[in-house]
């Protein structure tokens, strides 16, 4: 990988990020409705399961996830930079709590790799032009926040 794992870095971990964030997705005024609609309660232990596999792929190297994640978030149409950027405001705020701040930037840099290229992915498979698409602006983190 030619990096080595930040001490700390493990499942747990990552599935305690998880959790949260989605926990906070799934409140959220933006995504919070996408999320609701296309994953059925029934089926959100597995939808969790299957994420922190993919993050344990991305972030230790355990090759435990194999789905294509592109086919699915391509059958979302109302999908905006909007969303984009809440998504990933959303996970700054999950792993800056939850994480030594070597981690939280693993995973920020890594969230934000992710969501830039599943965007101009998306774009472009709805025939929109990416020639001039820059990288998605951050999202203003919120002066206070409600309980």
């Known amino acids: 990988m030619g990096w080595e794992t930040p001490a700390g870095l493990d499942e747990a971990l990552?599935?305690?990020v998880v959790a949260a964030f989605y926990d906070a997705a799934r409140r959220?005024?933006?995504?919070?409705?996408v999320?609701?609609?296309?994953?059925?309660d029934a089926e959100w232990p597995a939808h969790l399961t299957k994420i922190a596999d993919f993050w344990s792929s991305m972030l230790l190297g355990t090759r435990r996830y194999d789905g294509r994640p592109m086919p699915k978030h391509m059958g979302i149409p109302e999908l905006s930079d909007a969303h984009f950027m809440r998504w990933l405001r959303l996970f700054r705020e999950t792993v800056t709590e939850l994480c030594p701040p070597d981690i939280a930037a693993l995973f920020i840099e890594r969230s934000e790799r992710i969501g830039n290229s599943f965007?101009?992915?998306i774009y472009m498979r709805r025939g929109d032009d990416i020639t001039q698409m820059g990288p998605?602006?951050?999202e203003a983190d919120p002066i206070w926040k409600p309980e």
């Open 14 to 16: 990552i599935g305690s």
């Open 28 to 33: 959220d005024d933006i995504v919070g409705p």
């Open 35 to 40: 999320f609701n609609r296309v994953i059925p």
């Open 119 to 121: 965007r101009m992915n």
């Open 136 to 138: 998605l602006k951050r």
